[in-house]
């Protein structure tokens, strides 16, 4: 085994947070492995991704933060994200973005997730959570523990008034939240929001498609 890719952590070696959210992510057929850092949850990404496998990326700060990107740019994958953005006809852009919603592999952050297992992600367009919820061959969702919280409310809290706000931001976008650092979804209308579709998944059937990736650093917002 490459010393560079340590094996995920055995559950008598977890925090007492990821270790309850595993059993629950488990009850839902969802994996759930525990990396201490981030360069050890990029070696276990890209120790699961094989030579020639068409590979999606949602964006997401925790990938950059970890270097997960600029490890795809190097590695022996089909890198879809770059080709897609590519394309200058937005119709192309559009349908290109369609199919690479079915990558063989799709590795995307969290905006939170509840100790009892509920996985909140909000989306702009749709593309990236549709890729989440069904189109996706094999799903990694990473996030550092600062993501997990107590229940469904303290999630859409975090999603509406944490990460959509430093999302719209990030990208310059005229939004309420941008603007007071608070979300006002009634008065949120228009190209600029990121909270176009919003999914929670609750459990997954296929068995082995989605797999958690848990940090034990704050990363991301």
């Given at each position: 085994?490459?010393?560079r890719i340590?094996?995920?952590?055995g559950d008598?070696?977890?925090?007492?947070?990821?270790?309850?959210?595993?059993?629950?992510?488990?009850?839902?057929?969802?994996?759930?492995?525990?990396?201490?850092?981030?360069?050890?949850?990029?070696?276990?990404?890209?120790?699961?991704?094989?030579?020639?496998?068409?590979?999606?990326?949602?964006?997401?700060?925790?990938?950059?933060?970890?270097?997960?990107?600029?490890?795809?740019?190097?590695?022996?994958?089909?890198?879809?994200?770059?080709?897609?953005?590519?394309?200058?006809?937005?119709?192309?852009?559009?349908?290109?973005?369609?199919?690479?919603?079915?990558?063989?592999?799709?590795?995307?952050?969290?905006?939170?997730?509840?100790?009892?297992?509920?996985?909140?992600?909000?989306?702009?367009?749709?593309?990236?959570?549709?890729?989440?919820?069904?189109?996706?061959?094999?799903?990694?969702?990473?996030?550092?523990?600062?993501?997990?919280?107590?229940?469904?409310?303290?999630?859409?809290?975090?999603?509406?008034?944490?990460?959509?706000?430093?999302?719209?931001?990030?990208?310059?976008?005229?939004?309420?939240?941008?603007?007071?650092?608070?979300?006002?979804?009634?008065?949120?209308?228009?190209?600029?929001?990121?909270?176009?579709?919003?999914?929670?998944?609750?459990?997954?059937?296929?068995?082995?498609?989605?797999?958690?990736?848990?940090?034990?650093?704050?990363?991301?917002?």
């Amino acid at each position: 085994m490459d010393a560079r890719i340590q094996p995920p952590a055995g559950d008598e070696d977890l925090p007492r947070a990821v270790a309850g959210l595993k059993r629950e992510l488990q009850r839902r057929g969802i994996d759930c492995v525990y990396c201490a850092d981030g360069g050890a949850a990029r070696a276990f990404l890209l120790s699961r991704i094989p030579a020639g496998a068409t590979v999606l990326n949602g964006g997401s700060t925790t990938l950059e933060q970890i270097g997960f990107l600029s490890a795809l740019e190097s590695g022996p994958y089909e890198w879809l994200r770059p080709r897609v953005a590519g394309i200058a006809d937005p119709g192309e852009r559009i349908r290109a973005r369609r199919r690479a919603g079915t990558a063989d592999y799709f590795v995307g952050g969290i905006n939170a997730i509840t100790a009892s297992g509920e996985i909140l992600n909000a989306d702009g367009g749709g593309n990236r959570v549709a890729a989440y919820a069904y189109g996706a061959g094999r799903l990694f969702l990473v996030a550092g523990v600062n993501k997990i919280v107590p229940d469904l409310a303290a999630a859409f809290e975090r999603l509406r008034n944490r990460a959509a706000v430093e999302e719209c931001r990030h990208l310059d976008a005229d939004t309420p939240c941008a603007r007071t650092g608070r979300c006002d979804n009634d008065a949120c209308r228009g190209a600029d929001r990121q909270c176009g579709k919003v999914l929670i998944i609750e459990n997954e059937r296929i068995a082995g498609r989605i797999c958690v990736v848990m940090i034990g650093e704050a990363l991301g917002y």
